[in-house]
């Protein structure tokens, strides 16, 4: 199939950038979206010209590395599935596609379609961990924990810290995410000595950073390709109220 | 040269316990005073990095992602073994000890591996305590499953994002440390060298990859966890910026390379499907549980799966080893796919694929105990290939998938360089010639929790330590040498894109020294892969700049060692003259196809010595002693 891309080119952090329009012949339905992305650079490096940047790694929709606006959705129209795992297929001959970084705040622009997401690991330092030293553990078989518990802590946990749930809000509240570790995390035993302290200190360094509030669009559950539910959003604001009115979580 | 591994004697039950109570300590109050670089933050860098850090020493991590959280140990499936014996099945540590020697055919240290199995166990009590969400049992007690075609139940896991969980497991033990100020981060920053000082490791040369500034990085000690170089090939189930740089830079700098040609390739991954394929991706091996493999009878058979009758289809895996069937070890399964791909009976394009069979298990067990078995799997190959695999049988095909070889390291994991650290998939050591499933992670962990921490200590306590800064001669000679790489690189204004060069080298390294090696086809890729160098450094185009975020040059330097690496890879292959595990060479099988050990001349590691690029390098070999588990021809028949 013959495309045309609409790419958001900007060459640094201080570039104001602008959508560049290219067009791509010959494109295999069993492309994965990211490779179509590697043939467009080959021939821009073959015309003498950049390659588009943009962030990738494992392409088997779990290092959580890619990420793009692919016309107007985070990884693209299909869900549950990360950009790298979108294949040419979804698309039909004569499409035009926009692709553009994620836009927030709190994740700056490096180049083209690559974003800094510092951000996240920040949130996690205030408190996304159960403060265990190594050795410290006793055996793994003496905390039972019921099948329920581990089930929903599974579910949260499975976030790949993408930031789709970001580029997603209207907000760029990273909700979703910070909710996520916080809702793991709150359904173990293990993670209950620190309830209180990882709630609070987690959402205020969210704030700290530059992410907006969550004012109910559930564009974010929309977009996670992991499908992390926004019912632990909920959960996180409680464990949140009850921790900054000095209460336990 | 002199190898000494520092094995400890005494009954191997002891060795681990008696060489921590021999190895010298740090006072508490003077491990504050000793800095360690950990260059990875997968499960190996990460575990380190934390742990060195809790017991007060001050470490800096670096890694070329962007966060410590996406390092390729994201991506294992399957699980994580154990010799827990929570299933009360008969396993133990000295089982997990005799299958990993087995399954490694025997090319793997005793010592080393009985302690892999002893640890194995308490990190499952480490990831439980971290949060890890381990799959449970409705009694809230810990699930396991069996693995690998291992035949007791010694698996973990967490559906089927073991690695994930257990990689941000570590991952927030890192950030943990990070905010209490005793680790620094660096992110985006890629390890170009490794500066050695009288002798010892004493810092790394990184470049920014963002500001493309290359700086030199001092410390006592450095740790390489930098994973694997199964990306030699362009294509394996490896992330994309997976490669062998940071190792291989160390081997230039002294450190000896051990057994690089001991490459696994894993049998269940799907097929390629064009020529613009960027990676290939594994499917759980669980899937041979239920699935069976086959191809036709015949030639060139063109007919659709399910116009071939019964009498007309092979299930070659089960006509040839009755016993373990479409379970056979990973290197079996793997070559007899070739082989009947390579007869001609190959199905899916280019021939290049078998098929895994699930209509006999749905009908025997319904198409919804399947789907709660394999659901997401067969999810994942629909949104790959288009096609339904509970209609038409799965193609898959072998890929490279997980480097047994690496850094050769002694019984501390410490190289051949004084304070040159080495662990995980980036090391050689426990893995022999074949790893079993679920025992990558095992490993990762093992030496990054319950090893290093120890060995470091007894490597700073012996003394000798002298200050070093990054005025040195040597620290900016290596500064020097890598900006010079670079601009060399970005001026080259030939024709061909870094990516180009990878992928024929990749082709040359799958067909020669892939699947299946023979002396002729070895020695042609020592040939073909000095020319495609000499045209690297003449042909190349890099477009930018250094001092930018420039992928393409990211990715130019780290080809740039794959083709002086590969050749090192050939090397090996050719000097084993036996075929052990993921290391067959056809002229030595036996009557019936199968591998050929030669124990009496090759029960060795071959730890190489760098002696300039495009030199023969200079081979050590230190031999391998069995006192524990007989040597044994393997067999799955």
Not at chain 2, 161 to 166: A, E, F, I, V
Request: with cysteine.
């Amino acid at each position: 199939m013959n495309l045309r891309l609409h790419i958001w080119r900007q060459a640094g952090p201080d570039d104001m950038g602008m959508l560049k329009t290219y067009d791509i012949a010959n494109v295999s339905e069993h492309m994965s979206f990211l490779e179509m992305l590697d043939v467009l650079n080959e021939e821009l490096i073959a015309k003498g010209e950049n390659p588009v940047a943009f962030d990738h790694d494992c392409r088997e929709g779990i290092c959580g590395t890619c990420g793009m606006v692919i016309n107007g959705r985070p990884h693209g129209p299909l869900a549950r599935t990360t950009a790298c795992q979108l294949h040419m297929r979804t698309f039909k001959d004569g499409d035009e596609i926009y692709i553009e970084p994620w836009r927030a705040k709190a994740f700056p622009v490096l180049r083209d379609l690559v974003v800094d997401r510092g951000s996240f690991d920040r949130i996690i330092q205030k408190g996304g961990f159960i403060s265990v030293n190594t050795g410290n553990a006793q055996d793994g078989n003496t905390l039972p924990i019921g099948k329920p518990d581990a089930d929903r802590a599974m579910d949260a946990a499975a976030c790949i810290g993408c930031g789709a749930c970001v580029a997603a809000c209207p907000n760029s509240s990273a909700m979703l995410f910070t909710a996520a570790k916080i809702g793991h995390l709150a359904s173990l035993p293990q993670g209950q000595a620190e309830r209180s302290s990882r709630a609070l200190d987690m959402v205020l360094q969210m704030d700290t950073e530059g992410f907006g509030a969550c004012t109910n669009h559930y564009e974010c559950e929309a977009a996670c390709p992991k499908g992390i539910s926004a019912e632990f959003i909920a959960q996180m604001n409680r464990d949140f109220v009850a921790s900054a009115l000095g209460g336990k979580a | 040269m002199e190898l000494n591994s520092a094995l400890p004697g005494g009954p191997i039950q002891q060795r681990w316990d008696k060489h921590r109570a021999e190895l010298k300590l740090v006072n508490p109050a003077n491990k504050r005073k000793f800095s360690v670089i950990v260059v990875g933050t997968g499960l190996a860098g990460a575990s380190a990095s934390a742990t060195l850090a809790e017991l007060g020493y001050n470490v800096q991590a670096f890694t070329y992602h962007d966060s410590a959280r996406r390092a390729h140990s994201i991506a294992a499936q399957g699980g994580i073994n154990a010799a827990k014996n929570y299933q009360n099945d008969g396993d133990s540590v000295w089982r997990l000890f005799y299958d990993t020697v087995k399954g490694g055919d025997f090319r793997a240290r005793e010592s080393n591996v009985y302690r892999l199995a002893q640890v194995s166990v308490n990190i499952i009590d480490q990831c439980v305590a971290q949060g890890v969400p381990f799959a449970r049992e409705y009694g809230g007690y810990l699930s396991n499953r069996s693995f690998g075609g291992a035949q007791v139940s010694r698996t973990f896991y967490a559906r089927g994002q073991t690695g994930q969980q257990l990689l941000l497991g570590a991952y927030q033990a890192l950030m943990r440390q990070v905010g209490l100020g005793k680790v620094k981060l660096h992110n985006k920053q890629e390890m170009m060298d490794l500066i050695v000082i009288d002798g010892r490791a004493r810092g790394i040369v990184t470049r920014d990859m963002v500001t493309g500034v290359v700086r030199s990085h001092m410390a006592d000690a450095v740790i390489l966890a930098t994973g694997g170089y199964g990306n030699v090939f362009y294509l394996s189930t490896n992330a994309k910026a997976c490669n062998v740089t940071a190792t291989y830079r160390a081997h230039k700098r002294g450190a000896l390379f051990a057994n690089p040609c001991y490459t696994q390739i894993h049998p269940t991954c799907i097929p390629q499907s064009g020529d613009y394929q960027s990676k290939l991706t594994l499917m759980s091996e669980s899937l041979r549980n239920d699935g069976r493999i086959w191809v036709p009878k015949s030639k060139g058979d063109q007919r659709s799966p399910d116009q071939i009758p019964e009498s007309d289809r092979d299930y070659y895996l089960e006509r040839k080893y009755p016993s373990f069937g479409n379970l056979s070890p990973r290197d079996i399964a793997s070559r007899a796919a070739k082989e009947v791909c390579d007869e001609g009976r190959g199905v899916g394009p280019g021939g290049l694929g078998v098929y895994l069979d699930f209509s006999d298990a749905i009908r025997r067990l319904g198409e919804k105990v399947i789907a709660d078995r394999y659901g997401n799997l067969f999810e994942m190959y629909e949104r790959i290939t288009g096609e339904n695999p509970y209609k038409v049988p799965m193609r898959i095909y072998p890929a490279v998938h997980y480097t047994m070889g690496g850094l050769w390291v002694d019984y501390n994991l410490m190289s051949n360089v004084p304070g040159l650290f080495v662990l995980g998939e980036a090391n050689f050591s426990d893995h022999g010639a074949n790893r079993l499933g679920a025992s990558a992670l095992m490993q990762g962990l093992a030496d990054g929790y319950f090893v290093i921490p120890y060995t470091i200590g007894g490597y700073f306590a012996q003394g000798g330590l002298t200050a070093v800064n990054a005025e040195s001669a040597e620290a900016r000679q290596a500064v020097k040498d890598a900006e010079q790489k670079i601009q060399t690189l970005l001026s080259i204004g030939g024709k061909r894109s870094p990516t180009s060069f990878h992928r024929e080298l990749g082709k040359i390294m799958w067909d020669k020294c892939g699947m299946a090696r023979n002396e002729a086809g070895l020695k042609e890729a020592l040939t073909r892969i000095p020319e495609l160098r000499e045209e690297f450094w003449q042909n190349l185009v890099v477009p930018g700049t250094g001092t930018e975020l420039n992928q393409s040059l990211e990715l130019g330097l780290r080809v740039a060692d794959f083709l002086e690496f590969a050749e090192l890879m050939c090397y090996d292959a050719l000097q084993r003259n036996e075929s052990c595990g993921g290391h067959f060479r056809e002229e030595y099988q036996t009557e019936d196809g199968e591998a050929k050990r030669n124990d009496e001349d090759y029960c060795y590691v071959a730890a190489w010595e760098h002696t300039g690029v495009g030199k023969t390098p200079t081979l050590h070999k230190e031999s391998l002693t069995f006192e524990n588990v007989q040597l044994a021809t393997r067999s799955y028949k």
